[in-house]
């Protein structure tokens, strides 16, 4: 049995009280799936330091607020592609420093992560970094320099590129947002709540990937992801666990991750246990 930490987006709540806790338990692999500071960046290279501190293997996939400003993230949400690319510059620098404070943590986007643990033999496959969701691709200019990817297209061809290198049959992709096809209701696991006609919101480069990994006959354990909130805007809960073609969806987004309980402070993660017979999943309160 695999025992996998998935910690979601952290939105600077991420410290020395969790570092000791991962480092003590048994698990065998975290995944963070992004997301490590604010719409100001604020506070994300101290959530890094914390990171790098982690004795574990942790893989962490970039979010639409890791390493981009604000002025970034308005020009995605206003769709305004001059101004996206002016944005952009200082991007490149941004990512390199963050990288260098997370240390041997493994940033991920687009790659392949090859496991054996336990006698157990799989592969996560990293999805696109810096996603925000929706039938757009966030984050061209950084994307096109980076991978040479200038549309949803060129993100699946590169996605299932990954899966063709990939030699493991027993996948698990990790996302910053999860895939489309999985509900347009505003409670669905990534559906849309900050509008009224909600809608799906999830990314259809990655359901395309996990089609293809499927017809290649590989085994898509489960997809791990976050980004939109388990809270809905309004009120409301969201689905964050969803089983269908033999993979199991999570999102591990539970926004503010440290909260009070019973008069309390406890913290939030997910746990998934992987084996021959599947995957199961834990919603960990600490």
């Known amino acids: 049995m695999v025992q996998i930490a998935v910690i979601g987006d952290i939105h600077l709540q991420f410290d ?60 995605e949400i206003w769709h305004l592609g001059w101004f996206a690319r002016l944005t952009a510059v200082g991007q490149a620098g941004r990512v390199a420093r963050l990288q260098r404070r997370l240390g041997r943590v493994q940033w991920c986007g687009y790659s392949t992560h090859p496991f054996v643990i336990h006698d157990f033999d799989f592969a996560v496959i990293a999805a696109r970094p810096f996603s925000m969701g929706g039938p757009w691709l966030s984050f061209h200019p950084y994307l096109q320099r980076q991978y040479g990817v200038n549309s949803l297209a060129a993100s699946a061809a590169l996605l299932k590129a990954q899966i063709d290198a990939t030699p493991s049959d027993n996948l698990i992709f990790l996302a910053h947002n999860g895939p489309s096809g999985l509900g347009s209701t505003q409670e669905a696991i990534w559906g849309c709540d900050f509008r009224p006609e909600a809608g799906d919101f999830g990314d259809p480069d990655l359901q395309e990937a996990i089609a293809y990994a499927r017809t290649s006959g590989k085994r898509v354990l489960a997809v791990v992801a976050g980004h939109m909130h388990r809270t809905l805007k309004g009120g409301g809960v969201r689905d964050w666990l969803v089983h269908k073609d033999g993979t199991i969806y999570v999102n591990g987004a539970c926004v503010p991750r440290i909260f009070t309980q019973n008069e309390q402070f406890v913290r939030h993660h997910l746990q998934l246990l992987v084996s021959h017979e599947g995957v199961t999943v834990r919603d960990m309160i600490i």
Not at 17 to 24: G, I, K, M, R
Not at 38 to 54: K, P
């Open 16 to 75: 020395a009280t969790d570092v000791a806790y991962f480092n003590q338990s048994d698990d065998d692999l975290l995944l963070c799936v992004g997301d490590l500071g604010t719409i100001l960046r604020r506070g994300d290279t101290a959530v890094a330091d914390s990171l790098s501190q982690l004795q574990k293997p942790v893989l962490f996939i970039p979010g639409n607020h890791d390493t981009v400003t604000a002025w970034q993230l308005l020009a």
